[in-house]
């Protein structure tokens, strides 16, 4: 079992940065890939940004290239988003999500139904 507590949301104003943090425990969070998903108001979960548990492969929504950095580290059971150049569209709620992945160690996983843990969210605000 791995559970997920995302923290570091807030309000920032546009062209900010934020970074949030999902702490997982558990003992198999070494052994997991790692997303992040966000879903704004009246729209679908998607895609933001997604790392391997072997290698840190990562891969990204093409709408936060460039601008979020994700990482993990874990010694500290730990997954990163760093986020900069913050815009109106990225205001969100965003999730973290873990897949145990011992038969693809090396995959970056970007579809929400293949993740099997997820955090309740944190709620991010980039102002105008």
């Known amino acids: 079992q791995v559970q997920p507590v995302e923290s570091g949301g807030g309000l920032v104003q546009f062209g900010g940065s934020l970074r949030l943090s999902c702490a997982a425990s558990g003992r198999t969070f070494s052994r997991c890939a790692m997303g992040w998903f966000r879903q704004a108001p009246g729209k679908e979960r998607e895609f933001v940004a997604a790392?391997?548990?072997?290698?840190?492969?990562?891969g990204y929504a093409d709408s936060v290239k460039g601008r979020f950095t994700i990482s993990r580290d874990n010694a500290e059971n730990t997954v990163y988003l760093q986020m900069n150049s913050l815009q109106p569209d990225d205001t969100a709620v965003y999730y973290c999500?873990?897949?145990?992945?011992?038969?693809?160690?090396?995959?970056?996983?970007?579809?929400?139904?293949?993740?099997?843990?997820w955090g309740q969210g944190t709620q991010v605000t980039v102002s105008s």
């Open positions: 790392i391997s548990w072997i290698g840190g492969r990562t």
């Open positions: 999500a873990a897949k145990p992945s011992g038969l693809r160690p090396s995959y970056v996983y970007i579809e929400d139904d293949e993740y099997d843990y």
